[in-house]
Every structure is written in structure tokens, then in C-alpha cells.
């Protein structure tokens, strides 16, 4: 008879595990509390117009190349892919801006416009940054976070200064532009801490970011959801939402069943991909691993403040991605980090995904999706939302040069409340737990529980960390684990 398993939630994690566990041969149940699956990277659709969300970089191709390659496929089975030239503007006054291009060359000549003798310097961080990106693809992130020596390979010992030095100190060694420091302590934001917190070997990312470049698919992020919900389903995974699982019951130590919408779901084999903070909390307290305390102390990547919006016009001066670092970046990250509160004045980011891709609004119609990254666990009020969304779009308008308040025909927001209520995050956070040094690979929550046989877990808060890629390699991990279990 078939093993079976059942998975909590139906973000990318689990997604991911799902196929790998259908295809050795798992009989794989999905329970996914809301009606639609996806989890952060939800869509929403309204009166015509496509938002993606969460997640709309999509970004180290590589990784989703080989994540359906696993399984005799390719992306473009399921989606098509596009990458986006330019990848991105960052505004950063009125009338100064830089345009990131989709190729290196092109990025070389930008740096040099603004610094010279910066190319050269680029140059070389980027081929370090390459380097870092090689092991850190090859030898480190498909490793479980099992045991520290993983982590210890001929490649990383000869770069073992970069993980106690850290990219904040790295890019002012060679850069003194305060723009060009912006723009390349920006990718490493993804992995949820300070620039100054996160070690510098994390500077694969800034590989990832001008290097491999900044893809699209063709009717958002979602379209790569669809995508593995048809591989798993192809591969005979049963999805069941509106499905909240409110228990993990377990009898000597091991897990005997769930219950689901409060019925009891017998199940030796449980893979939480739900977060892991919730999910320790569906187990009587003796089962938890990690204390109140443990969560507390630990760096949660920021929640955001969420905005999205449908324009009855196009818009100009825009870009499909947009940052908006205008004001005081380090004033900002200590708002998100070392004093927690509503920032005075906050950055923000913002995409219009129908510059790009026509299906995303209706004819002459504009989408836009508007982000300010906050500190998960704020007071969220309606008003505290208004307030920012009047702040940020009076920039937006002033930056871009043109009146776009009046053409707004809808706008819905999503904030810590909703992180809370919609998946149960922690706190609220967006994007799960910081890649700091000490929460890298095996100091970060484990796959497997210590505490309940049959019990695993996957997603953003576990090996290798935040993000749409590591999320795929997280369900990986975590069905490689119970494999060999
Ligand atoms: C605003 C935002 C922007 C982002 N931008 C990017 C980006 O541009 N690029 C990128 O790569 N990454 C980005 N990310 C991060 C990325 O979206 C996440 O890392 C990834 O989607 C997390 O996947 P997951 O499977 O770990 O968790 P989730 O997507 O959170 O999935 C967990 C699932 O579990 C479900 N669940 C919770 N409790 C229960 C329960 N009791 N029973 C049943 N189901 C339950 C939830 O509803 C959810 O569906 C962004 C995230 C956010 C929020």
C-alpha cells in the first residue's frame, strides 16, 4: 500500500514537497486553509485588472529551471518567461533616477556615469559575487541544515572571512556614491535583515540581481503557482482547500492524526509548510521544540504595508519595477529593526506588472502594486494604512512627475493584520525569518521535529530561507529528508 502524507498549506514549500513526494511514490494530501491556493503569493483578481500578492521579482531562473527539471520539465511547460529590459528604476529625487538595464555591460556603463572608476570596481564585486553564487548554488543551499559541517567545504573555508564581515561594509570598501551603495545593498533586502547584519557572502545575491537579471512571467507570479499546482496534481497530489488544519495529534510521541475543520484526519506523516511558529502551536506544548521566547529573540524579515490599485490611464515615467529611495534608507531600516515603529518617512517599492504584460489590466488601464516594508508586530489601523498610502502616492506623483490620484478607480490594502489573519504569520511577518549569520543553515528551525516521529517541516522560516527559490528548495529538502527517514 501507497505511504501516505498529509501537508499543511499550499505556498511554494509545500507545493514543492508535494511533487517530490508524489513522484517517490506518496499518496500526498494538500489542507490549505484559504480558498485559493498559493499562500504569500495569492493573487487578486478585480474588475479586469491581476495582482500578484506577494511575490513579483522573479528572480535566480536557475533554481525553477532545475526545480521542474527533477521532474523531466521545463518553466516555459507551464509559463512563459520574459526578462524585463530595463529590470528596474530607482528613483531617488526629483529628476534623479538610475535605470538598471538588463545586461552587464549596460549596468557597468550606469555605475561609471555616476562614479568614475566605478565599472572596475563592479566589475570585480560582481565576479566575487558570481564566485559566492557558484558554491553557494552548488555546495550550500540543497544541503538540510542537518548538521554545521555541511557548510564546511574546501570552496567555503577559502571564503570564510566574508561570512563574519558584512555586505554593508563590503560595498563602502569600494564605493562612496551613496546611490550606488543603495542600489547594491538592495538585493540582500530579500533575505529579510540589514545590509549591515547580513554577511557578506551573501553578496550571491547582487550575482542573482545584475547577473542573471530580472525575469517576468507572462500574467504574474501566480502563472508559476498554476504551474506546479498542475505538476502535482499530474502527479496524483490531492488538494483540498478551505481546509484549515487546527491540530496535530500525536500519540506516543508520534504523529497519529490531524484535524481539519475541526474532523480527525488519520496520518502517520505530516509536512508543516504552514508557518513554523503556527504550526508548533496545532501541538500540545510538551510536542513544541521552540519556546515563545526562541521566536522572540530571533530576526523576522519585515511585513509589509501593502497596497493595490487599479489607474484608469497609463502612466508615465514608470517602469514594470520601481524603488523609491528618496528618503533616508538607514533612517527607515532602523524603523524596521532596532526601534520598531511606523516609519516618518518610509521607502517604498512599487510595480506596475501592465507596462510590461497587457493581460495584467484592461486596455488603457494601469495596475500598480505599492510596498513599504515595515516591523513585523506594529499597530495596524485603517487610518495608520490611508495615511501612508496618501504620503506615498503624493511622491509618487511628484517623482513621476504627473497627477494619478484622481485616476484611481480602486484600491485595496493588506498589512500585518491581514499576514496574521490570512496565513498565520508570526507577528505579520511578509517574508518569514532573516538570513542573518547566526540564522544560516543549521541554526535555523529544523526540518524534522526532535520531539514527534513522522512530524517534518518546510517553507520560508526553515533551510535555506526567505524568498520564491528558496521555498522550492525548502519542499526539496524536506521530502529528501523523509526519504531517507
Ligand atoms: C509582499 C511580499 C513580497 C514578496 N516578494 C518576493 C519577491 O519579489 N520574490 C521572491 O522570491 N519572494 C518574495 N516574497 C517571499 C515569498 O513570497 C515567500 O518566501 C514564499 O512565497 C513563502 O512560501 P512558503 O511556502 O514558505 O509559505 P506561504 O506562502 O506562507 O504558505 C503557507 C501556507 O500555509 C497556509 N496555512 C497557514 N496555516 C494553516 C493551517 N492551520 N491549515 C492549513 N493551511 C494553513 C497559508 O494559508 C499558506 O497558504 C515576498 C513575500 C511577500 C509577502
Not at 525553477?64 to 520539465?73: C, G
Not at 507551464?78 to 528613483?91: I, N, R
Not at 496520518?267 to 509548510?273: D, F, I, K, R, S
Not at 519585515?302 to 514608470?318: A, M
Request: proline share 5%; hydrophobic share 35%.
Amino acid at each position: 500500500m501507497k505511504k501516505e502524507v498529509s501537508i499543511i498549506g499550499s505556498g511554494f514549500a509545500s507545493l514543492a514537497a508535494s511533487c517530490y513526494l508524489a513522484k517517490s511514490g506518496y499518496k500526498v494530501t494538500i489542507y490549505e486553509k484559504n480558498d485559493r491556493i498559493g499562500g504569500r503569493a495569492r493573487q487578486l483578481q478585480k474588475e479586469g485588472f491581476t495582482f500578484d500578492m506577494g511575490p513579483s521579482w522573479y528572480w535566480m531562473p536557475d533554481v525553477f529551471e532545475r526545480f521542474f527539471a527533477d521532474f523531466d520539465k521545463k518553466p516555459s511547460d507551464y509559463y512563459k518567461l520574459e526578462k524585463l529590459s530595463p529590470a528596474y528604476k530607482v528613483f531617488f529625487g526629483n529628476n534623479e533616477s538610475i535605470t538598471i538595464e538588463d545586461t552587464l555591460e549596460k549596468i557597468y556603463a550606469a555605475f561609471e556615469k555616476e562614479e568614475h572608476g566605478s565599472s572596475i570596481k563592479l566589475k570585480k564585486f560582481i565576479d566575487q559575487a558570481q564566485s559566492n553564487y557558484k558554491i553557494a548554488i552548488e555546495d550550500l543551499v540543497y544541503r538540510p541544515g542537518v548538521s554545521p559541517l555541511e557548510l564546511v567545504t574546501p570552496e567555503t573555508i577559502k571564503k570564510i572571512g566574508q561570512f563574519f564581515s558584512n555586505i554593508s561594509k563590503d560595498v563602502r570598501k569600494h564605493f562612496n556614491n551613496k546611490k550606488l551603495i543603495q542600489i547594491l545593498e538592495f538585493p540582500v533586502l530579500f533575505l529579510g535583515a540589514k545590509p549591515s547584519d547580513t554577511p557578506s557572502f551573501y553578496s550571491f545575491m547582487n550575482y542573482a540581481d545584475f547577473g542573471l537579471g530580472t525575469w517576468h512571467p507572462q500574467g504574474g507570479m501566480y502563472k508559476v503557482i498554476e504551474g506546479i499546482e498542475k505538476l502535482a496534481v499530474s502527479l496524483g497530489v490531492e488538494i483540498r482547500t478551505n481546509s484549515p488544519v487546527d491540530k496535530i495529534n500525536v500519540i506516543d510521541k508520534s504523529v497519529t492524526s490531524i484535524s481539519v475543520n475541526g474532523k480527525e484526519i488519520a496520518t502517520n506523516l505530516v509536512v508543516a509548510g504552514a508557518d513554523y511558529h503556527h504550526s508548533e502551536t496545532l501541538l500540545e506544548p510538551e510536542f513544541r521544540q521552540y519556546s515563545e521566547s526562541y521566536w522572540d529573540k530571533k530576526t523576522f524579515a519585515p511585513s509589509s504595508l501593502l497596497f493595490y490599485v487599479g489607474f484608469d490611464k497609463k502612466l508615465n515615467n514608470i517602469n514594470h519595477h520601481n524603488l523609491f529611495f528618496d528618503v533616508d534608507f538607514e533612517a527607515h531600516t532602523r524603523d524596521i529593526y532596532d526601534d520598531p515603529k511606523w516609519p516618518e518617512e518610509p521607502l517604498f517599492y512599487a510595480n506596475f506588472t501592465s507596462v510590461t504584460d497587457e493581460n495584467t489590466a484592461p486596455e488603457n488601464c494601469e495596475n500598480g502594486f505599492f510596498l513599504i516594508p515595515l516591523a513585523p508586530g506594529l499597530k495596524d489601523t485603517a487610518e495608520l494604512r490611508e495615511k501612508y498610502f496618501s504620503i506615498i502616492l503624493k511622491r509618487f506623483e511628484r517623482l513621476t512627475n504627473q497627477n494619478v490620484i484622481k485616476n484611481i478607480i480602486f484600491k485595496e490594502s493588506f498589512c500585518i493584520n491581514d499576514f496574521i489573519e490570512d496565513y498565520n504569520s508570526y507577528k505579520g511577518n511578509a517574508y518569514g525569518m532573516a538570513n542573518t549569520l547566526l540564522q544560516t543553515a543549521f541554526l535555523r528551525p529544523k526540518l524534522k521535529s526532535s520531539k514527534v516521529d513522522g512530524l517534518f517541516f518546510t517553507g520560508q522560516l526553515t533551510v535555506p530561507g526567505p524568498g520564491v527559490p528558496p521555498s522550492l528548495i525548502s519542499g526539496k529538502l524536506v521530502s529528501g529528508l523523509i526519504q531517507s527517514s
